[in-house]
């Protein structure tokens, strides 16, 4: 049996957004066409629309549905036209790169041990930021941690020096309330398939009567921003889950429900290994993720490990092609060549139950236990 912990990298297919993709599927129209097919795919898209926009806490008119995430975040960086971007150093790579490209220059905002964006140097760098467009970009929430970022008091700090604001919300959607509007933010990036939609599909909210270029060219869709006709299925299906999102959000049991087994996890992994550190523990963090480090052992040999006994977990991103490699996140955190070279990420979500945190302990369990019988003893005396 295979116990699956690794939503933070992709959510299971909730069966309401099954259903939702099935009776999308069904429907023969192009959106844009005007005949009663064509009316009723675009019914089928503004439904998702106006879901997304819920979750999200804005007007369905502020929804701009993208290919992903990734592309999300693209557009926000690129679409601005920004003269100089300032970016926290714990940004998902699809924010790091292009902002690394522009050729206005970009800067790095530190983030403290804890995992947390220092807003004393972003003030600094804000102030010496000179004249031209300013965009800062800094994440709700990050994808290896867990640590919520004080995205209010960044908002705050732009608004006040006059830069354009853009939030990676993809892994704080469904986790914590986002509300778009009363935030104040330009910009706002969202993905299906981390809160149980379908992987391709992702939404850039965007502030009314902020200035955009399109990344893809072509026809009038989504008001001229994202050329290419739309994915019907994709939409209705995150229209679905976001809907399926916002009501666990709304009644609040299923976020404690997440909290309650990742602090059993966390719980049972120092009481097999007293030295294993949480990493951000004193920080706010999502409540359906653990970032755990066992000194001594690499990251990469531990998600093999705990593969090998039927416990998916991951190492840092699952953006890179499959790669494990050394995380840009731990390595701004800095919190030492050992607990960075084995730390591996635990998320839960609404699938998840106390037999698969039962199966990760017990992994663990026996994990430790090869590894002290491999361990030479001191020959006998006497």
Not at 279 to 288: E, T
Not at 327 to 347: D, K, Q, Y
């Amino acid at each position: 049996m295979s116990h699956y912990l690794d939503y933070n990298a992709t959510a299971p297919v909730r069966p309401e957004v099954r259903a939702a993709m099935v009776a999308a599927l069904a429907l023969p129209g192009n959106p844009s066409s005007v005949h009663g097919p064509g009316r009723e795919a675009r019914a089928c898209v503004e439904e998702g629309r106006a879901n997304v926009a819920r979750l999200a806490g804005t007007a369905p008119g502020n929804i701009v549905f993208t290919g992903s995430g990734s592309e999300a975040n693209n557009l926000a960086l690129v679409g601005t036209k920004p003269g100089r971007i300032l970016v926290s150093a714990i940004e998902h790579p699809s924010v790091l790169r292009p902002a690394a490209e522009q050729t206005g220059g970009f800067a790095l905002i530190p983030v403290t041990s804890d995992g947390v964006a220092d807003l004393a140097v972003l003030e600094d760098l804000l102030a010496a930021a000179g004249d031209g467009p300013v965009l800062v970009s800094v994440m709700m929430a990050n994808n290896e941690t867990g640590v919520v970022q004080p995205t209010a008091e960044v908002v705050a700090l732009a608004r006040a020096a006059g830069a354009l604001v853009h939030v990676d919300a993809v892994q704080a959607a469904g986790r914590v309330a986002l509300d778009f509007d009363a935030l104040g933010a330009d910009l706002m990036s969202l993905s299906a398939h981390k809160i149980g939609g379908p992987k391709g599909i992702g939404a850039l909210v965007v502030r009314p009567g902020l200035e955009l270029s399109p990344l893809v060219r072509g026809g009038g869709q989504e008001r001229g921003l994202r050329a290419g006709t739309e994915n019907v299925p994709g939409i209705a299906g995150f229209g679905a889950a976001a809907s399926c999102a916002l009501g666990e959000l709304a009644a609040g049991a299923e976020i404690a429900r997440q909290r309650a087994l990742r602090d059993r996890l966390e719980g049972g992994v120092a009481a097999l290994a007293p030295d294993a550190v949480v990493i951000g523990a004193d920080a706010p963090r999502l409540a359906n993720t653990a970032c755990l480090a066992l000194p001594g052992r690499l990251a990469e040999t531990l998600v093999i490990a705990f593969d090998l006994a039927g416990v998916a977990v991951s190492a840092g991103s699952a953006c890179s092609s499959g790669k494990v490699e050394a995380s840009h996140v731990l390595s701004a955190m800095n919190p030492g060549p050992e607990v960075a070279a084995g730390a591996i990420r635990v998320s839960v979500g609404f699938g998840t139950t106390d037999a698969d945190v039962d199966a990760f302990i017990a992994a663990l369990a026996a994990l430790l236990q090869r590894a002290s019988d491999n361990q030479p003893h001191p020959a006998a005396t006497g």
